[in-house]
């Protein structure tokens, strides 16, 4: 679905940011006594007076599954004895045409540095929901062995489906609610300063059920069983081993070094998968830095393979999103294979301090670049989509990213807001 703006677009970016202005100045920083905070909110880390900073902001985001959604949130942020964020809270409440009221929950804890944990608990009126865990530990055998969780449930009805390949038009849209229970575990053990070998396991069940938004066809209406492999459900388990280098200087929010990873999962028939296939994926990025990082000039390229017979169409190589084609929404493209190239300059217009709490300020141009494909060797120029755009970020290092991204795709603009960099 394309995203409509509103005629008088620069009226209305005034207006948004004139509101949260007014909501950044509503703000305040309190010291609390550590009792009246208990663990997991505090830790041996953190004063006996707590610094709790509180931010309230607008919601006010766009996407091109989504649609407009508009809300509030308010942000409450404990620090630790090196004035560090060593908790973040944050409820919010939002209205969505397509999904109503939700609220949700997101939490993000750091006991001790390189441990973290991470929630989010979202409801809403109609259809969608979500309840995640995500725990990454880097902390034993001498800081040489990496453990990360993930466990979910979700479901997201605003799930596109538009065809196979790089043509699939847009009038064959079609919508639908991916119902999912899952996990992703993983153990990594670092060889030396800058390799590792990591393996884990993967686990996804799936259930396709009627989406959210009424006006878009209904998937089940439109294709049949027979052209679309999961179109009913499926379930994945699968292992897999990844080989990584990496030089970076941060992993949550680098400003120099580059990284390269090579992965390898098959889903196997034998561990309850829906199917016998296999996914290879490379990846490498980079980061350059300039006049002490005030320029940071950040690559990446990756390739996705996916063998087999009869493969689940939510499992095969996908392009569109906010950390892929930013010009589109997710799942847009979908083939065997995919090609991708983001090129991105981040610039720090300024560091400003809020509440004590110091953030720098990004602008961030950038140009997506990819396409899906039967397999790297029948790429074909015309099939790539060329993406342009430009993202904003507050970074409050070392943990914290928060992102509005904007990009152009040939079905209009795509806006995004997250947490986190894209890659």
């Given at each position: ?5 509103p005629p008088?677009?620069?009226?209305y970016i005034?207006?948004?940011l ?19 905070l208990?663990?997991?909110l505090t ?5 006996d ?13 766009s996407?091109?599954n989504?649609?407009?959604t508009?809300?509030a949130?308010?942000a409450f942020l404990i620090?630790?004895?090196r004035?560090e ?14 999904f109503g009221?939700?609220?949700s929950?997101?939490g993000a804890?750091?006991?001790?540095p ?14 969608n ?9 880097i902390?034993?055998m ?19 489906f538009?065809?196979f390949?790089a043509?699939s038009?847009q009038?064959m849209?079609?919508?639908y609610?991916?119902?999912e229970?899952g ?16 393996i884990?396991?993967?686990?996804r069940?799936?259930?396709?059920k009627q ?6 066809p ?8 027979s ?12 292992p897999?081993?990844s ?10 929010t680098?400003t120099?070094?580059?990284y390269a990873?090579?992965t390898f999962e ?13 996914h290879y994926e490379?990846?490498?990025k980079?980061?350059?830095p300039?006049?002490?990082?005030r ?5 990446r390229?990756m390739?996705?393979?996916t ?22 929404g997710?799942?847009?493209f979908?083939d ?11 610039i720090?217009?300024f560091?400003?301090?809020v ?5 720098d ?16 060797d029948?790429?074909?120029g015309s099939?790539?989509e060329f993406n342009?755009?430009?993202?904003f970020?507050?970074?409050v ?5 928060g992102?509005?991204?904007m ?7 795509a ?5 986190g960099?894209p890659?």
């Amino acid at each position: 679905m394309r995203t409509i703006l509103p005629p008088n677009f620069t009226a209305y970016i005034r207006r948004i940011l004139l509101v949260t202005s007014f909501w950044l100045l509503s703000g305040c920083t309190s010291f609390i006594p550590r009792e009246n905070l208990p663990f997991p909110l505090t830790n041996e880390a953190c004063d006996d007076a707590v610094k709790v900073v509180t931010v309230p902001l607008p919601v006010i985001a766009s996407s091109p599954n989504e649609g407009i959604t508009a809300g509030a949130l308010t942000a409450f942020l404990i620090h630790n004895k090196r004035d560090e964020i060593a908790t973040l809270l944050a409820p919010q409440v939002n209205h969505n045409t397509n999904f109503g009221i939700t609220a949700s929950l997101y939490g993000a804890f750091y006991p001790v540095p390189n441990r973290n944990i991470e929630f989010n608990l979202s409801q809403s009126s109609k259809v969608n929901h979500a309840y995640e865990i995500r725990v990454r530990d880097i902390t034993q055998m001498d800081k040489k062995l990496e453990l990360n969780a993930y466990v979910f449930k979700l479901s997201d009805g605003s799930s596109r489906f538009f065809g196979f390949n790089a043509k699939s038009p847009q009038q064959m849209e079609t919508n639908y609610a991916n119902d999912e229970t899952g996990y992703s575990i993983s153990a990594g053990y670092q060889i030396g300063k800058h390799y590792q070998i990591s393996i884990g396991d993967r686990f996804r069940d799936v259930g396709i059920k009627q989406g959210a938004v009424k006006k878009v066809p209904y998937i089940k209406d439109v294709f049949p069983e027979s052209s679309v492999p999961g179109r009913n459900g499926f379930t994945t388990h699968a292992p897999r081993i990844s080989f990584s280098y990496s030089t970076l200087n941060d992993r949550d929010t680098p400003t120099f070094g580059g990284y390269a990873r090579f992965t390898f999962e098959p889903t196997m028939q034998a561990l309850g998968g829906a199917a016998d296939y296999r996914h290879y994926e490379v990846e490498t990025k980079g980061f350059i830095p300039f006049d002490n990082a005030r320029y940071i000039s950040v690559f990446r390229l990756m390739y996705n393979q996916t063998l087999g017979d009869n493969v689940p169409f939510l499992e095969q190589s996908i392009l569109g999103g906010e950390t892929t084609l930013r010009g589109y929404g997710r799942n847009r493209f979908i083939d065997n294979s995919f090609f991708l190239c983001n090129l991105e300059q981040r610039i720090r217009l300024f560091r400003w301090e809020v509440f004590n709490v110091t953030a720098d300020w990004e602008v961030a141009p950038f140009v997506d670049l990819g396409a899906v494909m039967e397999s790297l060797d029948k790429a074909n120029g015309s099939n790539f989509e060329f993406n342009p755009g430009i993202g904003f970020r507050a970074i409050v290092r070392p943990n914290i990213v928060g992102r509005v991204d904007m990009g152009i795709g040939k079905d209009g603009p795509a806006i995004f807001v997250g947490l986190g960099y894209p890659f």
